[in-house]
């Protein structure tokens, strides 16, 4: 028994040297160079995709951001949905706070996204021809980009628009009213908007070398 206990006792100890530890490792790496200097010595940019959940109610996570992080995300607040709940109806506020912040913090940010299957509620159910729902992607570029002109370092023009199966494009309500031109179209108005922007297709799943990653270079390259 005395023996168990002396283990016992042991384990508590290291278990608490551990935590001693990690706590004074923590302490090093807030007392030590923002990652973003660190990063901007080789020309990077270091940041984070940031959700409102966190940023606009935990001071700390805002304190982390404002000093590790020279680019931003949002996670969610850009998307259609969110920012155009209805046709026509827009809701600036979380992205306008998400921008300001940004701003006020000199940092980067990147707009996510402009044209998605998803997260679309109201466009994807429109029994729309082609003229009409590529006024009504015009429309929400042309809205969004175009507020934030200047302000927006790069956006996600077009988001996971190529199919993970055996086909090319996936079969989105964009290109089954419009046709495969949606992503040459959503592009066109998103330099209309804010022709100083970088404009980015993103798509997961290409990191590697593999038909999907094919697929991703044949699409970006035919659009050049």
């Not at 923002?34 to 270091?46: C, D, K, S, V």
């Not at 009409?132 to 929400?140: A, Q």
């Not at 809205?143 to 989105?172: P, Q, S």
């Not at 046709?179 to 066109?188: K, N, Q, S, T, V």
């Amino acid at each position: 028994m005395r023996n168990h206990t002396l283990l016992g006792r042991v384990r508590d100890l290291a278990i608490a040297a551990a935590f001693i530890c990690t706590l004074a490792m923590m302490a090093a790496v807030v007392s030590a160079q923002p990652l973003r200097e660190l990063a901007a010595r080789h020309g990077i940019l270091y940041g984070a995709a940031v959700g409102a959940a966190f940023w606009t109610t935990d001071t700390a996570y805002r304190d982390l951001l404002a000093r590790e992080c020279s680019v931003i995300v949002a996670e969610n607040e850009m998307k259609f949905n969110l920012i155009e709940p209805e046709r026509g109806r827009f809701n600036w506020s979380r992205a306008d706070d998400l921008v300001a912040f940004a701003v006020k913090n000199g940092m980067k940010i990147r707009g996510h996204n402009l044209v998605w299957h998803a997260q679309s509620d109201w466009a994807s159910k429109l029994n729309a021809g082609r003229d009409e729902m590529i006024e009504v992607m015009r429309s929400h570029i042309l809205a969004v980009a175009g507020r934030y002109k200047g302000r927006i370092l790069e956006w996600d023009v077009v988001n996971e628009a190529i199919d993970d199966g055996d086909g090319f494009f996936r079969d989105t309500f964009w290109r089954k009213a419009i046709g495969d031109d949606y992503i040459d179209l959503a592009f066109r108005f998103a330099h209309e908007a804010d022709h100083g922007a970088l404009l980015f297709y993103n798509d997961y799943g290409g990191e590697d070398m593999g038909a999907k990653s094919d697929k991703i270079y044949n699409l970006v390259s035919d659009m050049l």
